[in-house]
């Protein structure tokens, strides 16, 4: 059984740090990607980041682009998401999630997800 569990998340003031983990078991996870979506009560979830398990290759929202920084460590099976100067805006439940084929930042193409990890930046 599949499983993704996100840790990391927290309360940081605006301008801060958080580095966001997420273990995955349950299977291999060669040719999947590794995606990163956030969701705020009442909106639907976005997409933030998602690496490639196999090869590395990464692809990012616009708006987190040069401030946050997606990684996998193979050998803990673990995907990282490190996030600097946060804004209040980004309060949300960060959710991990995993999907095969082609990378996608639609929530669709994701088969798996993990209970997400509450995240919630001060002003």
């Known amino acids: 059984q599949v499983q993704l569990v996100e840790s990391g998340g927290g309360l940081v003031q605006a301008g801060g740090s958080l580095r966001l983990s997420c273990l995955a078991s349950?299977?291999?996870?060669?040719?999947?990607?590794m995606g990163w979506f956030r969701q705020v009560s009442g909106k639907e979830r976005e997409f933030v980041s998602a690496i490639s398990w196999t090869g590395g290759s990464t692809l990012y929202a616009e708006s987190v682009k040069g401030r946050f920084t997606i990684s996998r460590d193979k050998s803990k099976n673990t995907v990282y998401l490190q996030m600097n100067s946060l804004k209040p805006e980004e309060t949300a439940v960060y959710y991990c999630?995993?999907?095969?084929?082609?990378?996608?930042?639609?929530?669709?193409?994701?088969?798996?997800w993990g209970q997400g990890t509450q995240v919630t930046v001060s002003s």
């Open positions: 999630a995993a999907g095969n084929g082609l990378v996608s930042t639609r929530q669709y193409a994701y088969s798996y």
């Open positions: 349950g299977r291999t996870f060669s040719g999947y990607w």
